[in-house]
């Protein structure tokens, strides 16, 4: 789970059920105690739409798709610069939540819909960007490959696909995951760090192409799920550290996170 929440896809067992409890007990959780209200958050939501927008070019035209909206910040950010964007959240929790926000800012080019991915019966080529912030580190292989191959339906020629999630092969995942699943309360029993070299070959058995890696960040996307401190300054501190080293070539590949960008 991520700011972004989560999506259902075809899943044996009642596995998008237990996924939709989960999170909704988990967005309740969240809510009360304003977890994504803390500065690290903020900050980290900014770093992450930045990155986006590096590698997606953005129209006031556009059609989008946000897979598993989540709280909405990502619509939030990103809703003025696209002509509509539909945000489909499995959490009712958090849709309610999103669309509450989105209303209070007075966003009316975002419709939001709770419901698991797979319900949705979009048309061919029906979007220009789709976009999914840390959400398909949730789904089994065989979900994510159903979902990559029905992705390369939903867009236009020459759109963009935007898929960011923990790296599997970076260095804190592979020190510090373990012992901080072991803690944690916010992962899914079925939810994992992803390599990013799996889901970079499965984009393009399902069609895409121009497919490639970016590396997002270090420390910056763990931290805010450890500390709470609200400290601005220790937070530009932290993506700062982010900033140098992925400006370092033989590093980059050591980060916490990853984005596939693909068109197709």
Same mark, same amino acid.
């Given at each position: 789970?991520?700011?972004?929440?989560?999506?259902?896809?075809?899943?044996?067992?009642?596995?998008?059920?237990?996924? #939709?409890? @989960? !999170?909704?007990?988990?967005?309740?959780?969240? =809510?009360?105690? %304003?977890?994504?209200?803390?500065? &690290?958050?903020?900050?980290?939501?900014?770093?992450?739409?930045?990155?986006?927008?590096?590698?997606?070019?953005?129209?006031?035209?556009?059609?989008?798709?946000?897979?598993?909206?989540?709280?909405?910040?990502?619509?939030?950010?990103?809703?003025?610069?696209?002509?509509?964007?539909?945000?489909?959240?499995?959490?009712?929790?958090?849709?309610?939540?999103?669309?509450?926000?989105?209303?209070?800012?007075?966003?009316?080019?975002?419709?939001?819909?709770?419901?698991?991915?797979?319900?949705?019966?979009?048309?061919?080529?029906?979007?220009?960007?789709?976009?999914?912030?840390?959400?398909?580190?949730?789904?089994?292989?065989?979900?994510?490959?159903?979902?990559?191959? #029905?992705? @390369? !339906?939903?867009?236009?020629?020459?759109?963009? =696909?935007?898929? %960011?999630?923990?790296?599997?092969? &970076?260095?804190?995942?592979?020190?510090?995951?373990?012992?901080?699943?072991?803690?944690?309360?916010?992962?899914?029993?079925?939810?994992?760090?992803?390599?990013?070299?799996?889901?970079?070959?499965?984009?393009?058995?399902?069609?895409?192409?121009?497919?490639?890696?970016?590396?997002?960040?270090?420390?910056?996307?763990?931290?805010?799920?450890?500390?709470?401190?609200?400290?601005?300054?220790?937070?530009?501190?932290?993506?700062?550290?982010?900033?140098?080293?992925?400006?370092?070539?033989?590093?980059?590949?050591?980060?916490?996170?990853?984005?596939?960008?693909?068109?197709?």
């Amino acid at each position: 789970m991520d700011v972004a929440g989560g999506a259902g896809v075809s899943a044996p067992d009642g596995i998008v059920e237990q996924e #939709r409890e @989960h !999170e909704n007990a988990w967005y309740t959780r969240a =809510l009360r105690e %304003r977890f994504f209200e803390r500065e &690290g958050f903020r900050q980290l939501v900014a770093w992450n739409v930045a990155a986006f927008r590096r590698r997606v070019p953005l129209r006031a035209d556009m059609r989008v798709l946000s897979i598993g909206a989540g709280l909405g910040d990502y619509e939030l950010a990103l809703a003025s610069s696209v002509g509509h964007i539909v945000a489909v959240e499995l959490s009712e929790t958090a849709a309610d939540a999103a669309r509450q926000r989105l209303r209070e800012a007075g966003v009316t080019n975002v419709d939001v819909v709770a419901a698991a991915i797979d319900a949705q019966a979009f048309a061919p080529r029906q979007f220009d960007v789709i976009y999914a912030m840390g959400v398909f580190h949730h789904f089994l292989p065989e979900q994510r490959r159903m979902l990559l191959a #029905r992705t @390369h !339906e939903w867009l236009a020629q020459g759109g963009h =696909l935007y898929v %960011r999630d923990p790296n599997a092969r &970076g260095l804190l995942r592979r020190v510090l995951e373990a012992w901080f699943r072991r803690r944690s309360t916010v992962h899914a029993e079925q939810e994992a760090s992803m390599d990013p070299r799996v889901i970079e070959a499965e984009a393009r058995e399902a069609g895409f192409r121009d497919v490639q890696i970016d590396y997002i960040d270090v420390i910056g996307g763990p931290l805010p799920w450890l500390l709470r401190t609200e400290s601005r300054v220790f937070w530009q501190t932290v993506f700062g550290f982010d900033r140098a080293w992925l400006a370092i070539p033989g590093l980059r590949r050591a980060a916490s996170q990853f984005a596939l960008v693909a068109r197709r």
